[in-house]
């Protein structure tokens, strides 16, 4: 004789609706946006501690300070003594040129004076030197010695034509340039340093 079967025992369901069971409430969490029926957690403040409207950015934020399209800084201006040495050698050679060149009585010094004016324009244009002395690879000392062989021909135009002829005009515009190539010389850097004294010979 079969038995019938056994029911579920006492107790069994418990009580509350049940998963899986008929008639039992499908729980869904509350959609905010996005497609219909996606399922989103609930959002909160991200983890780790709060950033301070004071606190620095991270290293490498933010945009470089450097600008490759910044202008140079302008370089440095001459110093007084290589400015002064240029406006004598230039005041030499100027008044050497209008010298040898200007009639007077009808006549140039050239006409007297021969190749020895050449000399002159020479000397007067060699007392430049210390300030193109970067540019002729020259060192100081070697630039001042150029210099001084400029004003040491000046000075013998001078001794052997222009002292002779002292009171002519064009004499005078002669002693000018004359003395300056001579001052422009003088007070030229470099004739104290010596071939000792120049840190990286080069030139000369």
Avoid: K
């Avoid at 399922?39 to 004071?54: F, K, N, T």
């Avoid at 100081?140 to 002292?166: D, E, K, N, S």
Wanted: aromatic share 6%; hydrophobic share 40%; net charge positive.
């Amino acid at each position: 004789m079969t038995q019938p079967p056994q029911g579920p025992p006492p107790g069994y369901p418990p009580p509350g609706p049940q998963r899986g069971m008929p008639n039992a409430p499908t729980q869904h969490l509350p959609v905010q946006g996005g497609a219909p029926g996606a399922v989103r957690p609930s959002e909160g403040p991200p983890p780790g501690p709060p950033l301070s409207q004071h606190q620095a950015p991270p290293p490498g934020y933010g945009p470089s300070t450097q600008h490759h399209g910044q202008p140079t800084p302008p370089a440095a201006p001459r110093s007084r003594v290589s400015t002064a040495v240029a406006v004598l050698a230039l005041v030499s050679l100027a008044a050497t040129v209008i010298g040898l060149s200007v009639s007077e009585n009808s006549r140039t010094a050239w006409d007297s004076v021969n190749a020895w004016g050449a000399l002159a324009i020479l000397g007067a244009v060699l007392t430049f030197a210390p300030v193109v002395r970067s540019s002729l690879n020259l060192t100081a000392h070697r630039a001042w010695q150029v210099a001084a062989c400029g004003a040491a021909a000046l000075a013998l135009f001078w001794v052997l034509f222009v002292l002779p002829a002292a009171g002519s005009n064009t004499s005078l515009i002669l002693t000018i340039g004359a003395a300056a190539g001579i001052i422009a010389a003088w007070v030229a850097p470099g004739r104290d340093t010596g071939p000792a004294g120049s840190s990286t010979p080069s030139g000369w």
